[in-house]
């Protein structure tokens, strides 16, 4: 059984870049979920994904979007990239109405 | 809003110590409770999760945490620690009865150094 895999490692960028974040979800999972962890603070929610819809929205901005592709797998776009931005980017991937996350290791963004 | 409330940022013990790791949550409604680890450079890993049943749940390498619904509490116990449980704890909440119970939220985590 394959997990949670998500690509690039890690990525630097400067200010007002775009980054596309990829992340293929565990066998038999339809939802993916991505959060933002910045530095020493714990992962928050930016979307989630199920059949290829957006399935619920936490507090960020519209540049930040993504996609859902009809094997699973996803993508995380952030556009005019910030400061602020600069975190691991965690994908998750579940079983609807599972409820149990499993999480990739993560994208470490960087920008400069 | 709902909130998840970790009170200690750090939390230093020595091998073969006991340790709690301290977590509360703010809701009154029914809530899934999840305890998450970080260790160095990875991703989060599911250490243990109450959904129902009995309020005491344990892991597979000795963890346990107990739900207490009047304190709103879901604190993390170890009796004896190994230097290898040196890693981020993360303790977080989705609930029942919401469109999207995938959805977890957070603490701030705490850092569990143990030390020889």
């Known amino acids: 059984e394959t997990g949670v895999t998500q690509s690039p490692t890690h990525l630097i960028k400067t200010r007002g870049q775009q980054v596309t974040l990829r992340c293929s979800s565990q066998s038999g999972h339809n939802t993916v979920s991505w959060y933002q962890q910045a530095l020493g603070q714990g992962p928050q929610f930016i979307f989630q994904?199920?059949?290829?819809?957006?399935?619920g929205r936490g507090n960020f901005p519209p540049r930040f979007s993504g996609l859902q592709f009809p094997n699973y797998s996803s993508e995380l776009n952030v556009n005019a990239l910030e400061l602020d931005d600069s975190a691991l980017y965690l994908c998750?991937?579940?079983?609807?109405?599972?409820?149990?996350?499993?999480f990739g290791e993560g994208s470490r963004l960087t920008v400069l | 809003a709902q909130s998840v409330t970790q009170l200690d940022s750090q939390v230093p013990v020595f091998e073969e110590a006991p340790v709690e790791l301290r977590c509360n949550y703010s809701?009154?409604?029914?809530?899934?409770l999840f305890w998450y680890v970080q260790y160095p450079n990875q991703g989060l890993q599911l250490l243990l999760k109450y959904l129902s049943g009995s309020t005491l749940v344990e892991s597979i390498n000795g963890f346990e945490a107990e739900f207490n619904k009047s304190q709103t509490s879901f604190h993390l116990r170890k009796p004896s620690v190994h230097i290898s449980d040196t890693a981020e704890y993360f303790c977080a909440v989705s609930y029942q009865g919401s469109y999207n119970t995938d959805k977890l939220i957070f603490g701030t985590g705490t850092r569990l150094q143990v030390f020889p």
């Open positions: 809701s009154s409604v029914s809530v899934y």
């Open positions: 998750a991937s579940s079983a609807k109405n599972g409820g149990e996350l499993f």
């Open positions: 994904y199920y059949r290829e819809e957006e399935n």
